[in-house]
């Protein structure tokens, strides 16, 4: 029960760190430096090109749009470079360290 109750608590203020998030407009400066960043840092290309080969290998007739989401989701995330991850994650803590109604 512990367990549930702690998985509950962890939804509840992920929910409500987001809804704070969106209200302050924060959620979407942060978007943008992401996209920034990962367009500076080559990762865009590097997921352009993955997907490209994934089409090429399998054939434009024979992969759908769903089949390549499936691909690229796990692979693009992978590629997010290390320095960006840690880069966005002071972000938030540094917004979520400023609020103090969380």
């Keep these: 029960m512990a367990e549930k109750d702690r998985a509950a608590k962890e939804q509840q203020m992920r929910a409500s760190i987001n809804a704070k ?3 302050t407009g924060e959620r979407d400066r ?9 367009i500076e ?10 997907c490209k080969e994934v089409v ?8 759908t749009v769903e089949d390549l989401v499936l691909e690229m ?29 969380l």
């Design 21 to 23: 998030l969106i209200e």
């Design 30 to 38: 942060l978007k943008e430096a992401l996209q920034q960043k990962l």
């Design 41 to 50: 840092c080559g990762w865009r290309d590097q997921v352009k090109a993955h």
């Design 56 to 63: 090429k290998q399998k054939g434009l007739d024979n992969i």
């Design 73 to 101: 989701v796990p692979k693009g995330r992978a590629l997010v470079p290390d320095s960006v991850k840690k880069e966005l994650l002071m972000k938030i803590r540094h917004f979520l360290a400023s609020q103090s109604d």
